[in-house]
């Protein structure tokens, strides 16, 4: 079965420092990846999608980057906020349905 | 609404009871999931409807698990004879459907079984 992995650890950053997520997976081959923010005790919210024939997509300070080689996504926040606090997932798709990791938590120092 | 809207959004319960879960999803959205979340982990895939079709239930832990959506609107996942492993936050998203794979979360049912 597909197998979609996040660095458990959380990630300590200053603000105003870009953020770097990663997102590992094995036994898959996704039409598409998505990134959402999960805050404690909320539903999670989607930020971006990529699909697989796509190397990198921008949404303001958001950055998405998908490898189907080397089967990684990273996902960039520049010029980080404390308010980009959060947990972040990512979830690989295809057909509409799609499989989550277990989501890395970002703090951002002020 | 504007939003998926889940209810109750607590529920407690002893051990070997039913619980019902409801689901209100966007209007217009073909697209339902049901996922599950354990403490500190991700989210757990149980079940996915489309439209008309088949659900798939690929997902789903046991045969003490099951879920409709009537009119294509509403979902309900119901578990039966309760287990203490059955605790976690249950959520429901919906998505346009075909074309469209943002998928619109609720704020979960936090299921504690007791």
């Known amino acids: 079965s597909q197998k979609i992995e996040q660095n458990s650890e959380a990630l300590n950053i200053q603000e105003g420092k870009t953020a770097t997520l990663t997102c590992n997976y094995t036994?898959?081959?996704?039409?598409?990846l998505q990134w959402y923010r999960q805050d404690p005790g909320r539903g999670p919210v989607f930020l971006l999608l990529?699909?697989?024939?796509?190397k990198e997509k921008r949404k303001e300070r958001l950055k998405v980057t998908f490898d189907t080689t080397l089967k990684q996504s990273l996902f960039h926040i520049t010029a980080s906020q404390p308010a980009d606090s959060a947990t972040y997932l990512c979830?690989?798709?295809?057909?509409?349905?799609?499989?989550f990791g277990s989501g890395t938590k970002l703090n951002v120092k002020p | 609404g504007a939003g998926v809207s889940q209810s109750p959004s607590n529920k407690v319960t002893e051990k070997g009871k039913d619980v019902e879960l409801r689901c209100d999803p966007i209007?217009?959205?073909?697209?339902l999931y049901w996922y599950r979340q354990s403490l500190g982990q991700g989210l757990e895939f149980l079940i996915y409807?489309?439209?008309?079709?088949?659900?798939?239930k690929s997902g789903l832990p046991s045969d003490r698990f099951s879920a409709e959506r009537t009119g294509g609107s509403v979902s309900t996942l119901t578990i039966q004879r309760t287990q203490q492993e059955d605790s976690a936050v249950y959520l429901c998203?919906?998505?346009?459907?075909?074309?469209?794979?943002?998928?619109?979360f609720g704020q979960g049912t936090r299921l504690t079984v007791v």
């Open positions: 998203a919906s998505s346009p459907g075909t074309g469209s794979t943002e998928a619109f």
């Open positions: 036994n898959y081959s996704p039409a598409y």
């Open positions: 990529i699909r697989e024939n796509e």
């Open positions: 979830a690989l798709g295809s057909f509409n349905k799609f499989y």
């Open positions: 209007s217009g959205h073909t697209a």
């Open positions: 409807f489309q439209g008309n079709s088949a659900p798939d």
